[in-house]
């Protein structure tokens, strides 16, 4: 079977820094990606982690750990517009992506 | 431009009808995919075509039929609505099925309701 694990809501101040952890278990791990999702909105794509390590774009940076099953995404200098929903994501080599059920981050002032 | 384009937006129907959702992509991508959105935010893959063949089935009722006519184009067709089929409805496309940072790029979403 196949399951990825993150918190269901998170709230910060904006100009903090927020992590949003993903555990996963599933066959045929290819790579972890992260979405982000307006209400409303359609999912876009933030971030892409296939190897161990840190990837860094801009404020936004993802981690993955793959002897763990488990990777973080990390949102420094919080700002009002991230308020949406996260989703962690499993890239499987049956070319399928599963996601995960999303975390709602609520960014306060 | 819009790069992944639905329609509807919003589609209201009746129990039992049958209706189509049209998905088009000008990016060039050989891959295009459907999701379903539930309504607690679960996104589910259902059907995925590269390059106008089908390589992702999921479990999904018969009653759910992908049809794409190119590699451009992806329409869902839905017959003998049910209730429980109300949901968002993405497209998805990528430029093709697997490789190693695949992005997807996903359309507006169709919002069924079924009464």
């Known amino acids: 079977g196949q399951s990825l694990e993150q918190p269901s809501e998170v709230t910060a101040v904006e100009g903090a820094i927020v992590q949003i952890n993903c555990t996963y278990q599933?066959?045929?791990?290819?790579?972890l990606s992260w979405y982000q999702q307006h209400d409303g909105g359609a999912p876009t794509f933030l971030s892409y982690?296939?190897?161990?390590g840190l990837e860094e774009t801009g404020r936004f940076s993802s981690f993955l750990s793959r002897s763990d099953s488990y990777g973080y995404l990390l949102l420094q200098e919080l700002q009002m517009k991230d308020s949406a929903s996260y989703f962690c994501a499993v890239r499987r080599r049956s070319y399928k992506l599963i996601f995960g059920s999303g975390t709602r981050l609520l960014v306060r002032p | 431009d819009t790069a992944v384009s639905q329609t509807p937006k919003y589609l209201v129907t009746q129990m039992g009808n049958d209706k189509s959702i049209k998905c088009e992509q000008n990016?060039?991508?050989?891959?295009m995919y459907w999701y379903k959105q539930d309504s607690k935010k679960f996104l589910k893959i259902m059907f995925s075509y590269n390059n106008k063949e089908l390589i992702i089935n999921e479990t999904v009722p018969n009653r759910f039929s992908p049809k794409s006519p190119d590699k451009a184009h992806l329409n869902l067709h839905i017959n003998s609505l049910e209730l429980g089929d109300s949901a968002v409805y993405f497209c998805a496309s990528s430029l093709t099925p697997g490789g190693a940072e695949e992005t997807q790029y996903f359309g507006p979403g169709t919002r069924l309701l079924v009464l």
């Open positions: 990016l060039g991508h050989d891959t």
């Open positions: 599933t066959s045929g791990f290819y790579g």
């Open positions: 982690n296939g190897l161990d």
